[in-house]
């Protein structure tokens, strides 16, 4: 049965989306609030909302427990996680489950099957998909030191568990192996409470490419295209373009079908991402894992393709099918978001929790901005730094890129540093408006270059 009343466990700009495109669909919305967001711009347009707790995210929305039984007792049957939070815990959807509300996302089983690493590449293996060369499990620095010398170096040490960077580390040789060994799964331990560890050889300068899907869990799964998701800091994204426009066509849609059959072989439900490490050299692509959620950038692949994926995500938990088959979905022209965060840039990305005292966006054709701020809007310290996402959709990348420079002209922020200044110097740069970026470029480059500047 179609959802009637969904409730929207996450906040921020993403509990104000999925409120919006649960309106479109004459859904009744019920959002979760921790005190901290008693008057977030969610809270005032939802029809109404639950107090989860106080303002931390363990005694709020990252208690499942307390999250299912707030949607079940404000009778809703249906539950959205959002992305970040609970989005990825199969703790969740089993909750649901069990207390008949219908989870926005996959199956919890799929979950836990995809969330680790390990078993995710055995899955991609399984599905004919290109994977990294790499090793299983690794037990120790010994085994760290064998498998690094098996592979060749550069490798990569990366926690199954993990995600973000955490529990990551370059090994260029047999003692990095084993030293990177101790410290990236002390760090997995501390992250995920799991230190289990596997390596991957390391490609230096690779593109963080990702393929967005929904899937009807019967085994039908159709893409959105591909993101380049390669200017990252520390493994976090900071601007992110459809498509990419260093991927020839042949390989491409290569690329898609490798991501279509991997969630079709597992019945993959609603939203996902599966995401590739592509080497511009050899023109190879590789599976790196599959995000089960809805994810921060994906009003890119939106604005390429027309179709508004969160709809679509409470259609489809709604037990409807898929309303679109693969050739409906026409992808045009060239998209680029920027994650416009509360922090300065200039102090190490330092937070910045305050006010805005002034908050004027851009507008315009092909210009899109997803945020919960406004003027006298407050960024408490509890959370993410992230205020908005501002997307621009043109013809061409190089249109796309001057629409771009125009919005973040046209933005006005007051009140606390934000990282629009950092994002119209990175499209300003000329390795990025020729398109010679990578995953390390904004760190081995741009930020060398601007450190050399300010010095």
Not at 278 to 302: G, T
Not at 374 to 380: K, L, N, W, Y
Not at 389 to 395: D, N, R
Request: glycine share 8%.
């Amino acid at each position: 049965m179609a959802i009637k009343r969904l409730f929207i466990a996450n906040r921020g700009e993403i509990a104000l989306r999925i409120v919006r495109a649960a309106q479109a669909l004459n859904v009744e919305t019920v959002v979760a609030v921790s005190d901290a967001d008693r008057d977030s711009a969610a809270a005032r347009m939802a029809d109404r909302i639950v107090v989860l707790g106080p303002a931390s995210a363990t005694k709020s929305y990252l208690d499942p427990r307390l999250v299912v039984h707030a949607a079940k007792e404000s009778g809703c049957d249906g539950l959205h996680p959002g992305y970040g939070f609970l989005s990825e815990r199969a703790i969740l959807p089993r909750l649901c489950k069990e207390h008949g509300v219908a989870f926005v996302g996959p199956e919890a089983d799929v979950i836990d099957a995809l969330g680790d690493k390990l078993r995710a590449r055995a899955m991609a293996s399984a599905a004919g998909v290109p994977l990294v060369p790499g090793s299983e499990c690794i037990a120790s620095a010994a085994d760290a030191r064998r498998e690094g010398d098996r592979i060749g170096y550069p490798v990569l040490l990366k926690a199954s568990a993990g995600g973000g960077g955490r529990g990551m580390v370059i090994a260029h040789n047999g003692d990095d192996a084993e030293a990177g060994f101790h410290k990236a799964s002390a760090e997995a331990v501390a992250a995920f409470g799991d230190g289990t560890l596997f390596m991957e050889r390391f490609v230096p300068q690779a593109r963080h490419v990702e393929v967005q899907l929904m899937g009807d869990g019967k085994g039908k799964v159709i893409h959105f295209g591909e993101r380049d998701c390669s200017v990252q800091r520390r493994y976090q994204k900071l601007l992110e373009e459809a498509p990419c426009a260093a991927m020839p066509d042949h390989l491409r849609a290569q690329l898609h079908q490798s991501a279509v059959d991997l969630a079709a072989s597992v019945n993959y439900r609603n939203a996902g991402t599966a995401e590739f490490l592509y080497d511009v050299q050899r023109q190879e692509f590789y599976f790196i894992e599959v995000n089960a959620r809805i994810q921060v950038e994906h009003p890119v692949s939106e604005m390429i393709s027309g179709f508004d994926l969160v709809q679509e995500q409470i259609r489809i938990a709604g037990g409807a099918d898929l309303a679109l088959s693969q050739d409906q979905v026409k992808l045009s022209g060239h998209a680029i978001e920027c994650r416009i965060n509360a922090e300065d840039s200039t102090r190490d990305f330092m937070p910045s929790p305050g006010r805005i005292t002034k908050w004027k966006a851009p507008t315009g054709e092909g210009v899109r901005l997803d945020s919960h701020m406004s003027e006298g809007a407050m960024i408490p310290p509890y959370y993410d730094s992230m205020v908005g996402k501002l997307i621009v959709h043109a013809p061409t990348r190089a249109e796309a890129i001057s629409k771009l420079r125009d919005a973040i002209d046209d933005f006005v922020v007051e009140g606390v540093p934000t990282t629009l200044p950092l994002h119209r110097a990175i499209i300003d740069h000329p390795d990025f408006i020729a398109n010679r970026i990578h995953t390390r470029w904004l760190e081995q480059v741009f930020l060398a270059e601007q450190a050399r500047t300010a010095a």
